[in-house]
């Protein structure tokens, strides 16, 4: 087995620990898009994210692109990437901002008229995100970026830039670079529902900028729980999962 499937296979693995008991049907709530006191859609409450560990493919509540437009450069990081010689997610380090909303974890949101905190289950990772008109912020690049947001009618727009070019965009292992731009399109559709439309802009990996969609399902039987990489993590304390070279 290639290691990119062993690495999907365990991802596939911990999505079916978080997975409703087999058999169990979920119907999701219905009704109409709530709202906030100030008249735009409430977002809030848990939602089940459809794993996607391969952004080329389409899969349930999910929508790829057929091929992605690798420049020169950006093939090259594609076809060197081996994650048995370190995967960074391996060794516990963040999984920066596309991978995590591409996990199989579920996602809390927190919504008030200043803010949207998107809380993930993955490595317990979040990120607070700004909606009250303020610039992006001139400051070191981070794994997670420089997020911002604005509404444009009942669709949040959440632009990010300012990546440090270390993680990934999926489990597969899809490149990007520090030039990294997403912009994401978030419409809460109804009570029971979100689409999401991603926009990945990356001139150094990718010629041309390309989109992924999906639709976030609400759990409100759901609450998300703690993730602890580090804990027992042995394959990286006894050597089998390398730490990687930047």
Not at 110 to 124: M, R
Not at 142 to 171: C, K, M, Q, Y
């Amino acid at each position: 087995m290639s290691s990119r499937l062993i690495l999907l296979s365990i991802t596939v693995s911990l999505a079916f620990a978080t997975a409703p008991a087999f058999g169990q049907k979920f119907k999701p709530p219905e009704g109409p898009t709530p709202r906030t006191a100030d008249g735009k859609p409430d977002l809030s409450g848990v939602w089940d994210l459809p794993y996607v560990p391969d952004m080329s493919k389409t899969g349930p509540n999910q929508k790829g692109i057929a091929e992605l437009p690798l420049t020169e450069w950006g093939q090259s990081q594609w076809k060197n990437y081996h994650p048995e010689e370190g995967d960074y997610t391996g060794a516990c380090l963040p999984f920066g901002l596309v991978r995590s909303i591409n996990s199989p974890m579920p996602m809390q949101i927190v919504q008030n008229n200043k803010y949207v905190s998107l809380n993930f289950e993955v490595d317990n990772w979040f990120l607070i995100v700004p909606i009250d008109g303020r610039k992006h912020r001139d400051q070191v690049a981070t794994w997670a970026g420089d997020s911002v947001g604005h509404w444009e009618g009942d669709t949040l727009v959440i632009d990010t830039v300012n990546f440090n070019g270390r993680t990934r965009l999926d489990t597969i292992g899809h490149p990007h670079s520090d030039q990294l731009h997403v912009i994401q399109r978030w419409t809460r559709t109804d009570l029971g529902h979100i689409a999401v439309e991603m926009t990945i802009d990356d001139p150094k990996t990718y010629s041309k900028p390309w989109k992924n969609s999906r639709t976030f399902t609400l759990r409100p039987d759901w609450e998300i729980m703690e993730y602890s990489c580090e804990e027992n993590n042995k394959s990286l304390w006894e050597g089998r999962i390398k730490v990687p070279k930047y």
